[in-house]
């Protein structure tokens, strides 16, 4: 990808129709079923830490953060993850999820969990969870609940039900 083509974004309002779009197209009707959206439905995602990924005007990707907590310890929920078919294996999607994990860093926070597949999101140090220390509102395939601390020892000790996060 030509570097000057390509710009990562904060996410906007006007972004939403677009991105609802490309979500609808990638993970169809059964998205709504996921465990992880219905975290999402419950809270909003942070506009501040959620990033697109366009080539000139066009919307080619996008991710999202979502306040919850673990147990009682504050995190983020990262995805969805979206990057438009003919734009994949570029490295756009690596690119989301490291700037929207430095926007998060850079703003205190100190963990990101997400459902899905270790060894992609373990290129941005993402792990699994132990299982059965910390529970999705729904079944979820354990080896698939990833984490990463963004700040050094920040799981130690962390566990328990992942929610919403209303409070933020
Ligand atoms: C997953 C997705 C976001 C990756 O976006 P991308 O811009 O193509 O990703 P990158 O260019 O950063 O990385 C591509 C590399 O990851 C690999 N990869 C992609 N999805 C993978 C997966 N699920 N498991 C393991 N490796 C995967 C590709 O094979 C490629 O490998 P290579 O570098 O050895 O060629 C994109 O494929 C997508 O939108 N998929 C459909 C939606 C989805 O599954 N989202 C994730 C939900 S958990």
Redesign the pocket.
């Known amino acids: 990808m030509n570097d000057l083509s390509l710009t990562i974004l904060p996410e906007t309002p006007e972004d939403t129709e677009a991105i609802d779009r490309l979500n609808a197209r990638?993970?169809g009707p059964g998205r709504f079923a996921k465990s992880?959206y219905r975290i999402r439905e419950d809270a909003p995602h942070l506009l501040e830490l959620s990033f697109t990924?366009r080539v000139g005007t066009l919307l080619v990707?996008s991710?999202r953060l979502t306040p919850i907590v673990i147990g009682a310890a504050p995190a983020l929920l990262l995805?969805?993850?979206?990057?438009?078919?003919p734009?994949?294996?570029?490295?756009?999607?690596?690119?989301?999820?490291e700037r929207a994990l430095k926007a998060a860093r850079d703003k205190g926070h100190r963990l990101a969990v997400?459902?899905?597949?270790?060894?992609?999101?373990g290129?941005a140090g993402f792990k699994p969870v132990p299982k059965g220390r910390a529970t999705m509102p729904g079944p979820v395939d354990p080896a698939?609940l990833l984490v990463a601390e963004l700040a050094p020892g920040a799981f130690d000790g962390v566990g328990g039900a992942i929610r919403p996060d209303w409070t933020r």
């Open positions: 990638t993970f992880a990924a990707g991710v995805g969805p993850l979206t990057v438009e078919p734009f994949r294996d570029r490295g756009i999607g690596l690119m989301l999820i997400l459902v899905g597949d270790e060894p992609y999101y290129k698939r």
